[in-house]
């Protein structure tokens, strides 16, 4: 059975201790966990961290940064709001500051899990800058010496260790045993970054001890599915990001009317076993939405969606449904939003699960063919019902095409390079110069840097004597350096002549360790007939002062709005 709560933080001098019979958690008032038993060992001894890192002896806490500062929360009121032989459930909560915070742990009867969740609000009479929030678990590392993002496994540094070596730029390191730690001899925390969408869980493990966050609903991240960012790192740290600044996303401006609910997710503790794990994680999901939480914030009838896409030119579509439809901004930036996204089958059906209550836009991108554009399915719907069945989407071409460099997905998937795992060097291994001729199956590469020029070689035989669009899906822009530079500017040249240029906003991907994606672009520039070099070789060239990823880029004509 569970013991009773001891005291419920009266004074500065009392701490807050749960237990079962599998894990005794103590807290002290500021919501720091100062001792967290399991099987007889108590796992947060001995913990380390940066020696500028305020929090490097804590763990469990929750905290934000805005104007670039992290911000601690200040907790005016610590609530029991379950207590009894099946559940313990109380709430740290910060009232007063800026950014209101509930910062919610359950511990259930024979369970080694702690779930968690946060309830965050702009406590202001105007919008508020954010730019990250998230909950830190840090644990002794001579307990945890290996570790997963859920698809990547390895060690992990000290962060004595990786101060030796050689700075390169944000927390990226040239070490004499990098190569221990990552897939050369530089390391950064961004290494083991990773997507939401590619797992359920991450975490440290040893021997005899196993620490993993499992979460079995991403929707309350936000930022649809390319979504992805820090989850594990040097000195045992088990992060969670519910948003971040990190990898074109931005900085967060949550308006005055901002509320919302980040989690539950499950803190596992077991014996290290992998397999466990799995299994725990898939317990996880079947049982959501959880019938034992009780909460306002929290539905537990749901709606399911299904539909249909249709289309001649690419047979799977990426489909996200985005809370808030007023909301303007790109997937990527939508942090204040629940999103949820799948996958069309071979015949373009989808079927999304468990959506809260609330208004949705729909769209649709191809993961495969010719459509590189994104598509508006619906603006603002209603998702209420049990089951909601929105019927059959005719997605029509804009462009029929030409010739085309990869394939559409937001990502860089299909190039050189794209399939490795995370690490700074693969953008020191692309080439200055590349010339690709159409036709030849030339490389192509994930990553363009500012070292050179990349051109596109093709001839205009049998064009037709139309207007032509090239379209250029960028998988990202980030510029060289992190703290210097105003964006990125890529210039496009058609024989010689500019007919594109601009300058993104930094997205801050490559420089850390990204091969996929950063924040999606897309260039659309129209060329005349009188542009190209009639029955010759015409050229298309790629300059920039930063980091490109690419995506896919297409020559085609303007289809019809009837075709």
Avoid at 242 to 268: A, I, Q, R
Wanted: charge should be neutral.
């Amino acid at each position: 059975m569970l013991s009773k709560l001891k005291d419920h933080i009266e004074d500065s001098n009392k701490e807050l201790s749960l237990s079962n019979n599998e894990v005794q958690i103590t807290f002290t008032k500021q919501g720091y966990v100062t001792k967290l038993l399991y099987k007889g060992k108590n796992v947060l001894e001995d913990l380390a961290g940066e020696p500028h890192d305020p929090d490097k002896n804590y763990s469990f806490y929750c905290d934000y940064h805005m104007d670039g500062k992290t911000r601690h929360m200040h907790i005016d009121q610590t609530k029991t709001i379950e207590n009894n032989d099946q559940m313990i459930h109380v709430a740290f909560i910060d009232s007063k500051s800026e950014l209101g915070i509930e910062y919610h742990i359950i511990l259930k009867n024979n369970d080694s899990g702690i779930y968690s969740y946060v309830k965050a609000w702009n406590n202001t009479d105007h919008p508020l800058k954010v730019n990250e929030l998230r909950t830190v678990y840090r644990f002794n590392q001579g307990l945890f010496n290996w570790s997963t993002n859920g698809v990547r496994f390895g060690r992990q540094p000290s962060s004595k260790e990786m101060l030796r070596g050689k700075k390169l730029q944000d927390e990226t390191y040239r070490m004499k045993r990098g190569a221990l730690f990552s897939n050369s001899q530089i390391y950064s925390k961004y290494d083991y970054a990773g997507y939401y969408k590619d797992t359920d869980f991450w975490g440290q493990a040893g021997d005899n001890f196993g620490a993993w966050l499992i979460t079995p609903d991403k929707s309350f991240y936000g930022s649809g599915p390319l979504n992805q960012d820090l989850m594990i790192h040097y000195d045992v740290l088990i992060l969670n990001y519910l948003f971040s600044e990190h990898f074109g996303k931005g900085l967060n401006v949550l308006p005055t009317d901002f509320k919302k609910m980040y989690g539950p997710w499950c803190l596992y503790l077991n014996n290290g076993s992998f397999e466990d794990v799995v299994k725990r994680s898939k317990k996880e999901k079947q049982a959501w939405p959880y019938s034992w939480l009780d909460d306002l914030d929290y539905p537990l009838e749901l709606s399911n969606v299904i539909g249909q896409i249709g289309s001649a030119v690419s047979k799977k579509y990426e489909i996200i449904l985005i809370s808030n439809p007023k909301d303007k901004k790109i997937f990527i930036e939508q942090q204040n939003s629940n999103t949820y996204y799948v996958e069309t089958d071979k015949n373009g059906k989808f079927s999304l699960k468990n959506i809260r209550p609330d208004s949705y836009s729909l769209y649709a991108y191809a993961l495969d063919g010719t459509d590189l554009d994104e598509h508006l399915l619906i603006k603002d719907i209603s998702i209420n019902q049990r089951k909601i069945d929105l019927g059959e989407f005719e997605i029509h071409p804009s462009t029929k095409s030409i010739w085309q460099i990869g394939y559409p997905s937001h990502t860089t998937d299909g190039f050189k390079y794209s399939d490795q795992l995370r690490n700074y060097v693969w953008q020191e291994l692309v080439p200055n110069n590349l010339t690709y001729r159409i036709d030849k199956n030339d490389d192509w590469y994930y990553l363009q840097n500012d070292s050179g020029k990349w051109n596109i070689e093709f001839s205009s035989n049998n064009l037709s004597n139309k207007n032509l669009l090239l379209k250029v899906a960028l998988a990202g822009a980030t510029q060289k350096q992190m703290d210097q530079g105003n964006g990125v500017l890529i210039n496009i040249n058609l024989n010689g002549k500019k007919i594109f240029s601009e300058r993104f906003e930094n997205d801050r991907a490559a420089y850390r360790s990204a091969l996929k994606s950063g924040r999606y672009h897309l260039i659309i520039v129209l060329i005349t007939y009188n542009q190209l070099k009639q029955n010759q070789v015409n050229t298309i060239s790629f300059t920039t002062d930063g980091y490109l990823m690419y995506d896919a880029i297409q020559l085609g004509e303007e289809c019809k709005s009837n075709e």
